[in-house]
Each structure stands twice: as structure tokens, then as C-alpha cells.
């Protein structure tokens, strides 16, 4: 199992790193696929198999398929990065980098101070559809965040048509 922890963790970390230091928005587009491949894995390992499939299903899917079409549809002049505007940045990522490393050993410390080792994964895929269908549990939170994502979809429907007429206005 670490092996598998390793082996997803440096997958993201790989996809991020090409995400945020590739010229080619294209590739950082792919780079992010590869980020949100491993994150899902990470999930996987941990036992948290429902987190990681809808991590692969809706962000892997869906919202990687939605850039790639963005990309597609924006100018050619547009889909190149000045990597000049990430060299200041590079040092920051570092530090904080090392902060969160720093963090990791404390916390290690402290577990293995106490003894305490987490127990095997479980599959928790049966215990959230069981919660999501009851009603005293997330049926009704789930079917109002439904309604609200429905509104806003229409209300972004309506703020780009808008757009659309003003721009054929303008060139009449």
C-alpha cells in the first residue's frame, strides 16, 4: 500500500508541477488530468473509494472535458504562457513546501509518540449511498444544492445570451 501512496502522490505531483510550469496551456490542461488522477488514487489508498471516484468522474470528466473545450474555443495568442511570470513564484512554492513537510514530520512525531496506528482502509461507498437516500440524512441538503447548481446554470445561460445580443447590436 505505500508503494501505491507513492507512486499516486508523486503522479500528482508531477501532473501539478507540469500544470503550472508547462508554456503550453494544452499541456497544463493534461498536466491537471494527471494531478487529478493521482489525488484520486490518494483517495483509493486511503479508503476513501467513493471520494475517489467521484473525483475521477466529475473532475477528471467532467471539468477537464469543460477546459479542453475552452481552450479549444480561445485564440491561438491566448494559449501561450509567459513562463517569465512563474520565476518569483517557483521560491514561494518551495517555502511553502517546506512548511508543509515540516508539518507532516511534527504530526508523524506526534502519532507515532502515541503509539497510535490508523487501522485498515474501509469501503465507505455503501454507508454514503445509505445516508444520501435517507431522509434523515443528506436527501434533502443533496436535492437543494441540485436546485441552486440548476439556477446558476440558467442564470449563466442568461448572463452569456445577454452578451451575445449587446455584441450583435454593436456590430449592426
Do not use: C, K, N
Amino acid at each position: 500500500m505505500d508503494f501505491m501512496f507513492v507512486l499516486f502522490a508523486g503522479l500528482a505531483l508531477l501532473g501539478g508541477l507540469v500544470m503550472a510550469f508547462h508554456q503550453s496551456i494544452v499541456h497544463s490542461a493534461f498536466g491537471l488530468v494527471g494531478a487529478l488522477f493521482g489525488v484520486a488514487g490518494l483517495y483509493w489508498t486511503l479508503g476513501a473509494d467513493f471520494l475517489g471516484g467521484l473525483q475521477v468522474l466529475l473532475y477528471v470528466g467532467g471539468v477537464t472535458v469543460l477546459l479542453l473545450f475552452a481552450v479549444m474555443l480561445s485564440t491561438r495568442d491566448s494559449t501561450r504562457l509567459a513562463i517569465s511570470r512563474y520565476v518569483l513564484v517557483a521560491p514561494v512554492v518551495g517555502i511553502v513546501g517546506l512548511f508543509v513537510y515540516q508539518a507532516y514530520l511534527g504530526v508523524h512525531a506526534v502519532v507515532q509518540g502515541f503509539g497510535a496506528t490508523p487501522g485498515e482502509p474501509q469501503p465507505t461507498t455503501e454507508e454514503i449511498g445509505a445516508l444520501f437516500l435517507s431522509p434523515d440524512g443528506y436527501l434533502v441538503p443533496f436535492e437543494l444544492v441540485a436546485i441552486l447548481l440548476l439556477l446558476v446554470l440558467i442564470g449563466a445561460v442568461t448572463v452569456a445570451r445577454r452578451g451575445q445580443d449587446a455584441d450583435a447590436e454593436t456590430a449592426s
